[in-house]
């Protein structure tokens, strides 16, 4: 009786002419949960629980990727003349046809979307019930073993074909929460052994070989001590994983490693997803960030973006975090990120769409700097590698990524400073020369270890082991890329001050400038390696290599460069 019944009617529907049913094709789906997931038993009130879904839209990358590099790229005629926000939102539009497609099949299902931050993203915020039917899901309470955390997620979830070209992919759905790593090392001590046959230079003090402070790197890396004078140009600081900072540190700090300052600066902070920063909690990647942005960036606006909730170190705060910065008129100048994740524990497509989102800040005129990891060839997930693991977003191509080095004489490459090749993103034409240089120079070695075609990081690298960081009041040394990486962006944002003061355009996305031409004001560094996954890992040669990039920053040498 059914089965006549349905067919009945879909004579009738046939007979007006109306559209073939939309059938529902799965768009994403996992095996199983991910390591460390388990499935609980549901509370009575489950259908009831609300899950907060974004959709993103679909558009072709390809204008917005091509919209950087013509802004990025010297000698190009747009060199530095960064689009608007209502320029780089019209390139990445999603189509009125897909939202129209959108707009029906929610409407159907009685859902109403709520716009995001940004033209790229719609908000439903659904009973499981109600998601369950709209995706053909089956949303389920899952509970890490580890941290007791609970996440709402499905395996697999399906679209209707009607609207499933417009739709990029739902998050979180079967994207589980990833805990961002933080790229302080545990303090391997990775120093070299001074080479007597390159003397340390007369301006950088010996002790600096054992103990990094901010005297050392203005010495090492020609930093200006003098103020910065541009109120225009910001500096950004992000902050996942509750890593507080205290402005009572930050001024013990400056007391003791910038007594030349007769005011001291500070640092403002922004709330995303409810981000709370306790200043009396104070943890060592939040002082580290804090104190070598502040006392490097002399009189830099520093804003500390503290990330929160429930996107607390996942992924969904680092999208929170870039769509804040995309949503606002004017971003901030410099962006510096010590926080990153395992590439592979990341769907493509949503590391593809978070990438895209960091072209949109470069094409805006936006530096943004992030940590290359601290595990060597490895991603820090721990477990056995049988290939190198790269990590994320540093295997992003548009965004600038930082690695460690220690010693000054030479400097050398720190042995946990990650790098290498990504499974991802293809690699970008900017550094096609000089990795198929370092390829060639690297012969055999790590064959089928790692992807030759995927992009290579870290594009830079700078000082890394034993910082001087004032937490709760106590002066500890700390080591990691996420030193590195405040630093170097401290660095450029005090050129950008320059610029800006000059009438002249930031840096914006650096790479194309740093990969042709840029690298004469960075001092090549050609020894050390990464060690990994039970290998040597890349060793450090002339020119880029997959450990220090392309070298450590000289300011003067940049401001001659620029004519600044
Ligand atoms: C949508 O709401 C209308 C009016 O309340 C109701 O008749 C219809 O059954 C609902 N549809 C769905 C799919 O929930
Ligand atoms: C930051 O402060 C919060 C709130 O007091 C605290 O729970 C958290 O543990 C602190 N973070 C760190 C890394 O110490
Ligand atoms: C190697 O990298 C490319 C991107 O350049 C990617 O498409 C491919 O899947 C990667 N190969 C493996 C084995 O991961």
Redesign the pocket.
């Known amino acids: 009786m059914v089965a006549a019944g349905l067919l009945v009617l879909s004579l009738v529907a046939f007979a007006q002419g109306a559209p073939t049913p939309d059938v529902m094709r799965v768009h994403e789906r996992r095996a199983a949960p991910p390591n460390g997931f388990v499935k609980t038993t549901p509370g009575a009130d489950a259908d009831s629980a609300v899950v907060s879904l974004r959709i993103a839209l679909k558009s072709d990358p390809a204008p917005l990727h091509k919209a950087l590099l013509d802004v990025s790229t010297p000698g190009s005629a747009n060199y530095r003349k960064f689009l608007t926000k209502a320029e780089t939102d019209a390139l990445v539009a999603p189509s009125a046809d897909g939202l129209a497609a959108i707009d029906a099949w929610l409407s159907s299902a009685n859902v109403t979307s709520t716009p995001a931050a940004t033209n790229q993203w719609l908000n439903i915020d659904v009973p499981v019930a109600s998601a369950n039917a709209l995706l053909d899901a089956d949303f389920q309470t899952y509970t890490n073993a580890e941290t007791g955390k609970t996440a709402i997620r499905t395996l697999a979830y399906s679209l209707p074909k009607s609207v499933q070209p417009f739709v990029d992919f739902v998050f979180p759905a079967t994207s589980f929460p990833v805990q961002s790593a933080k790229g302080v090392a545990a303090v391997h001590h990775a120093r070299a052994p001074l080479n007597p046959a390159h003397p340390v230079r007369a301006a950088v003090a010996a002790s600096c070989a054992d103990t990094v402070t901010p005297t050392c790197l203005q010495a090492l890396y020609n930093i200006p001590t003098d103020p910065a004078t541009s109120a225009k140009n910001t500096l950004a600081v992000s902050s996942f994983v509750q890593s507080n900072a205290s402005t009572t540190d930050l001024s013990d700090f400056l007391t003791s490693f910038r007594p030349d300052l007769s005011s001291q600066p500070s640092f403002e902070v922004t709330s995303v997803d409810n981000g709370v920063n306790d200043e009396t909690d104070p943890s060592v990647e939040g002082s580290l960030d804090i104190q070598y942005t502040v006392g490097i960036a002399t009189n830099v606006p520093t804003t500390f973006f503290v990330v929160g909730e429930n996107n607390d170190g996942d992924v969904g705060g680092f999208l929170d975090l870039v769509n804040t910065f995309l949503a606002a008129k004017t971003p901030p100048t410099t962006f510096t990120t010590s926080f990153g994740f395992p590439e592979e524990l990341i769907s493509a497509d949503l590391a593809q769409n978070l990438c895209n989102a960091y072209a949109q800040l470069g094409a805006r005129g936006v530096s943004a700097f992030f940590s290359s990891g601290d595990s060597g060839v490895d991603d820090g997930q721990g477990g056995t590698c049988t290939t190198f693991r790269p990590t994320f977003p540093a295997s992003c191509p548009f965004v600038t990524v930082v690695g460690s080095t220690t010693g000054i004489s030479p400097e050398t490459a720190a042995d946990f400073s990650s790098g290498g090749f990504?499974?991802?993103?293809?690699?970008p034409s900017y550094q096609a020369d000089a990795v198929g240089n370092y390829l060639s120079l690297l012969g055999n070695t790590n064959a089928g270890l790692f992807?030759t075609?995927?992009r290579g990081y870290p594009d830079v690298s700078a000082q890394g082991v034993s910082y001087q960081v004032n937490i709760g009041g106590t002066v500890s040394p700390v080591s990691g890329t996420s030193a590195s990486t405040p630093l170097f962006a401290s660095i450029v944002s005090l050129l950008n001050d320059r610029l800006i003061a000059g009438g002249k355009s930031p840096l914006g996305f650096m790479n194309p400038f740093l990969y042709a031409g840029g690298q004469v004001a960075l001092n090549d560094v050609v020894s050390g390696s990464n060690p990994g996954c039970g290998t040597d890992g890349f060793p450090a040669k002339s020119g880029w290599d997959p450990v220090t990039g392309l070298g450590t920053p000289d300011f003067k040498k940049f401001s001659t460069l620029l004519g600044i």
Do not use: A, H, K
């Not at 990504?422 to 690699?427: G, L």
């Open positions: 990504s499974n991802v993103f293809d690699q992807n075609t995927g």
